[in-house]
């Protein structure tokens, strides 16, 4: 296998060619059942005019078979003690939430994934609008939550692999690390709308974050559902080794291009602390997310 690419194809036959346990960590985050049409994204891009929302129609059980088939593949070519994080969140379908992935890591717990860490992301700025209704009629019964988060589920396959190779996060503010990453809760913004040529890609913090978490350099790094290249581009910047996997050629081109770009990792990080003097409520607090005044050496 040539790493450092990123291929065009349908993701279980490019999978299926490679040889068994050559990755250390998958980082990735599989399409939205309904939600997005993605081939008429990859044609038609951000066009306001072209509505690429809410156009396909897969059962929750054909997804779910879907995405179980292409991570037993992503379980075979993991090395012994490598990582599968999934970035995935529930479904609103007629007003119901479909627990995808609650769904999928119960199938994934079966094909012998162990779940090492579950990870809430919370969006702080973005999400699912649904308390209109409630806004409107403020009865019990008409409450539908806001929808703020996503899972990050970090699986692991077979016994935990311990290795003292070199330090995580070592030109990142400590205070980030203590009283943000090391919590099951990580707080950041999403990527806004329309600034990446994709409908719906991760911030560059979460791949930046699991990659130091969970691999260091010379790793290889997968993500079979590449889409803008989130993944393969920080890892590259992390001196991580990379195979992404695409179907649409659009996207393809477009994450091979990015990866020259510097990270975009935000400045400012955000945290809940406790006021220093005689605070009992928790308030949100900027803090600079690097300990190094240039971004050149930001690793």
Not at 273 to 281: A, P
Request: with cysteine; aromatic share 10%; charged share 25%.
């Amino acid at each position: 296998m040539r790493l450092n690419q990123i291929k065009c194809g349908d993701n279980i036959e490019v999978l299926s060619k490679l040889d068994s346990e050559i990755v250390d960590v998958t980082i990735t985050s599989p399409p939205y059942r309904n939600a997005i049409d993605y081939s008429m994204h990859a044609e038609h891009g951000n066009n306001p005019k072209k509505n690429y929302r809410g156009k396909l129609s897969i059962t929750v059980a054909d997804y779910i078979k879907d995405m179980s088939n292409i991570f037993s593949q992503v379980h075979r070519v993991t090395k012994e003690g490598g990582y599968c994080c999934i970035v995935i969140g529930n479904e609103i379908n007629k007003g119901t939430l479909e627990p995808l992935p609650a769904l999928l890591v119960s199938k994934l717990y079966e094909q012998g994934w162990y779940l090492h860490e579950e990870i809430i992301w919370h969006k702080v700025t973005g999400g699912a609008n649904r308390a209109g209704s409630f806004v409107q009629h403020p009865y019990p019964s008409y409450f539908r939550a806001n929808i703020m988060h996503e899972v990050i589920l970090v699986l692991r396959k077979g016994k935990n692999r311990l290795r003292k190779l070199e330090y995580a996060f070592t030109n990142i503010n400590q205070d980030v690390t203590w009283k943000e990453i090391v919590n099951s809760i990580w707080h950041i913004a999403p990527v806004p709308p329309g600034f990446l040529e994709h409908p719906c890609p991760y911030p560059e913090e979460i791949p930046y974050r699991l990659l130091n978490l969970y691999s260091n350099e010379g790793d290889v790094i997968l993500d079979p559902f590449n889409g803008a290249g989130q993944t393969t581009k920080v890892a590259k910047y992390l001196k991580r080794r990379f195979y992404g996997i695409d179907i649409q050629k659009t996207y393809v081109d477009y994450a091979t291009s990015r990866l020259a770009e510097a990270p975009h990792i935000r400045d400012e990080s955000i945290t809940l602390e406790f006021e220093s003097v005689g605070g009992s409520i928790p308030r949100w607090k900027k803090i600079p997310t690097r300990k190094v005044t240039s971004k050149k050496d930001f690793r």
